[in-house]
């Protein structure tokens, strides 16, 4: 069966760091872009960041540009986002996402911005 | 960037409707969009890809059908278990953008 569990989530003080964690089962992450995509309380999703598949190219919402990092590990067969400098509108459930045409989300992981 | 505009943003329906729902982009993204099903306090979930790709799984009265600007997604009869929000998606250029969602409820 096709998993894609995230962790790391949780609360944190504005300028605070997290790193979230995407682990996959049930197949391999390599060969395929990956995604992260958030959805704050309440509201609609979020493209944040995607990655190639080797990992040598990253891309980024302009709200995260400099503060976020995508990052994978085909080897370990995850798929990671380092956050800094957090601010309270980065307040969101954060997914992670198989391929370029999303066609599969892990459950989510919520992250909390506030003092 | 590209704008994705649904329509409408909720409708109310009734079991055995047909419901359509219209995703509009501000320009032309070919036939690079995907469709996403999201229940509440659950993770969104792959419908449709390519415009009209039917996910393995994904129950044949749902299908997904235009190319360029403008695109709909169709649930040919509407079951209980269809209640929920509907979500598009461009996947032809970065930034990578989703509709608003549209609700679907009794």
């Known amino acids: 069966e096709m998993q894609l569990v995230e962790s790391g989530g949780g609360l944190v003080q504005p300028g605070g760091s997290l790193r979230l964690s995407c682990a996959a089962s049930g197949f391999t992450l390599s060969g395929n872009w990956m995604n992260w995509v958030r959805q704050a309380p309440g509201k609609g999703l979020e493209w944040v960041a995607n990655i190639y598949k080797d990992g040598s190219e990253g891309n980024y919402v302009d709200s995260v540009k400099g503060r976020f990092t995508i990052s994978r590990d085909n080897a370990e067969n995850s798929l990671y986002l380092q956050m800094n400098r957090l601010r309270a509108e980065d307040t969101a459930t954060y997914y992670c996402?198989?391929?370029?045409?999303?066609?599969?989300w892990g459950q989510g992981t919520l992250v909390t911005v506030s003092s | 960037d590209i704008q994705m505009t649904q329509s409408p943003s909720s409708l109310s329906a009734s079991v055995g409707d047909r419901v359509t729902i219209t995703c509009r982009a501000s320009q032309a993204i070919s036939n690079y969009l995907a469709w996403f099903q999201q229940k509440p306090g659950k993770a969104p979930k792959s419908l449709i890809y390519?415009?009209?790709s039917l996910l393995s799984g994904v129950p044949s009265r749902f299908s997904g059908s235009g190319s360029g600007t403008e695109f709909t997604l169709t649930i040919s009869s509407l079951q209980p278990e269809d209640f929920a929000t509907y979500y598009c998606q461009q996947y032809k250029s970065l930034p990578l953008t989703f509709g608003g969602g549209t609700t679907v409820d009794i």
């Open positions: 996402v198989w391929r370029n045409d999303f066609q599969f």
């Open positions: 390519t415009a009209s």
